[in-house]
């Protein structure tokens, strides 16, 4: 089995920064990716930024220019720094990685963390 921890969410101000963390533990041959959705009240989950092994990043149009998404793939660990934060930010935010863990592929979510951007 693979865990995602996941650590980093709170209450901030708008233009505050939050950065958020979550390390992937378990049965781990290797990662493939790693990233963000999020789930805004009463919406639906939405990306916000993945990052591959590699260092291949997708991001939403939202997170550009002020979320940064990195990995440490030795700690198997990733991170997503966010900076300029906005009301319309608040969500639940879930950590995702595409994990091979041997005898397969698996998609694994983390139990989300709130982060809450008052005006």
């Known amino acids: 089995q693979v865990q995602l921890v996941e650590s980093g969410g709170g209450l901030v101000q708008a233009g505050g920064s939050l950065r958020l963390s979550c390390t992937a533990s378990?049965?781990?041959?290797?990662?493939?990716?790693m990233g963000w959705y999020r789930r805004i009240p009463g919406g639906a989950r939405e990306l916000v930024a993945t990052i591959s092994s590699g260092g291949a990043i997708n991001d939403a149009d939202s997170a550009k220019g002020r979320f940064t998404i990195s990995m440490d793939n030795a700690k198997n660990t990733v991170y997503l720094q966010m900076n300029s934060l906005r009301p319309d930010d608040t969500a639940v935010y879930y950590c995702?990685?595409?994990?091979?863990?041997?005898?397969?592929?698996?998609?694994?979510w983390g139990q989300g963390t709130q982060v809450t951007v008052s005006s």
């Open positions: 995702n990685a595409f994990v091979y863990s041997g005898s397969g592929y698996v998609t694994v």
């Open positions: 378990g049965s781990i041959k290797s990662i493939d990716n």
